[in-house]
């Protein structure tokens, strides 16, 4: 059974900066692609970024793009996420999860694994 472990959440003022970490469980964590999801309260949950199992590739959803950078550390089985000039709207829970595969995907149903979530909370 594969753990996933988010760490680095908080609370940061407009403009600011966090780094989500997601530490994984197990020996095969290099072989597939990870992603992380973020759901606000009364919405459903989005995709916000992805990156393929070796790292040369990953995908942003337009509203994060410019400002948020994904990356992985295999070695120790770690993914995460910098989040650069917060906005209030960025406020959600964000999860990280393990693709089915080592290819990049935006769809959550493609995802086999998730983890518990870590809190950003951006005030204004």
Same mark, same amino acid.
């Given at each position: 059974?594969?753990?996933?472990?988010?760490?680095?959440?908080?609370?940061?003022?407009?403009?600011?900066?966090?780094?989500?970490?997601?530490?994984?469980?197990?020996?095969?964590?290099?072989?597939?692609?990870?992603?992380?999801?973020?759901?606000?309260?009364?919405?459903?949950?989005?995709? @916000?970024?992805?990156?393929?199992? +070796?790292?040369?590739?990953?995908?942003? #959803?337009?509203?994060?793009? !410019? =400002?948020?950078?994904? %990356?992985?550390?295999?070695?120790?089985?770690? @993914?995460?996420?910098?989040?650069? +000039?917060?906005?209030?709207?960025?406020? #959600?829970?964000?999860?990280? !999860? =393990?693709?089915?595969? %080592?290819?990049?995907?935006?769809?959550?149903?493609?995802?086999?694994?998730?983890?518990?979530?870590?809190?950003?909370?951006?005030?204004?």
């Amino acid at each position: 059974q594969v753990q996933l472990v988010e760490s680095g959440g908080g609370l940061v003022q407009a403009g600011g900066s966090l780094r989500l970490s997601c530490a994984a469980s197990g020996r095969t964590f290099g072989f597939y692609a990870m992603g992380w999801f973020r759901q606000a309260p009364g919405k459903e949950r989005e995709f @916000v970024s992805a990156i393929s199992s +070796s790292g040369s590739r990953s995908t942003y #959803a337009d509203s994060v793009k !410019a =400002r948020f950078t994904i %990356s992985r550390d295999n070695g120790k089985n770690t @993914v995460y996420l910098q989040m650069n +000039s917060l906005k209030p709207e960025d406020t #959600a829970v964000y999860y990280c !999860a =393990r693709q089915r595969t %080592s290819f990049v995907s935006t769809d959550s149903r493609e995802y086999a694994y998730w983890g518990q979530g870590t809190q950003v909370t951006v005030s204004s």
